[in-house]
């Protein structure tokens, strides 16, 4: 039994050391990688600004300036990132669409259904929103649906009146509300 359990010990050893092994194996292919990931000839902004009293540019876009975690006026939750658009409610299947673009400063964003979508499969779709308040919530406006391409979604014309999102001005009815979820 003493031979059996100096087994078991040498054994978890071995595998630890393996373990370690494997680790710094991947760490260090992972430094080379990172290494030569660069290595053509083309000129690199080395950011000079701050030599040159220039203001700094900042080539790192914005994410989506709604993204987070919403209740629904309608009961609903409903979950913004840069790259997803999930609306959730009770007793319905969950709705995800994929962000394709965003602009900020338009209040716009482009959405693509999901190919097992139950409406338009694989469609465009183009979103408005109101800037949000200061608790963070906002209304939105679905003001295209449907569309075959995201740039067909994108010069869509269509537009909401905002003046009153509680009560109308998407396509007749009210806009959703969203507001943070705590």
């Known amino acids: 039994m003493f031979s059996n359990r100096i087994s078991a010990q040498d054994a978890r050893a071995t595998f630890s050391r393996s373990r370690l092994l494997a680790l710094l194996a991947a760490m260090i292919l992972s430094m080379g990688l990172v290494a030569c990931a660069d290595d053509d000839d083309t000129p690199q902004d080395n950011n000079t600004a701050v030599e040159n009293n220039d203001p700094v540019e900042n080539n790192t876009p914005a994410g989506i300036e709604i993204a987070g975690v919403y209740e629904s006026n309608f009961g609903g939750t409903e979950t913004i990132s ?24 338009a209040n716009v964003a482009i959405t693509q259904n999901a190919e097992d979508a139950e409406y338009s499969p694989n469609a465009f779709n183009k979103v408005v929103w109101t800037e949000p308040d200061a608790a963070g919530a906002f209304y939105y406006c679905t003001v295209a649906f449907g569309l075959a391409t995201a740039e067909e979604a994108a010069a869509d014309e269509t537009v909401a009146d905002d003046s009153d999102p509680a009560n109308a001005g998407c396509a007749g009815f009210s806009w959703t509300q969203l507001s943070p979820k705590a």
Request: proline share 0%; glycine share 4%.
């Open 82 to 105: 840069d790259t997803a658009w999930v609306t959730e409610s009770e007793g319905f299947a969950a709705i995800n669409t994929k962000v394709d673009s965003f602009d900020n400063d």
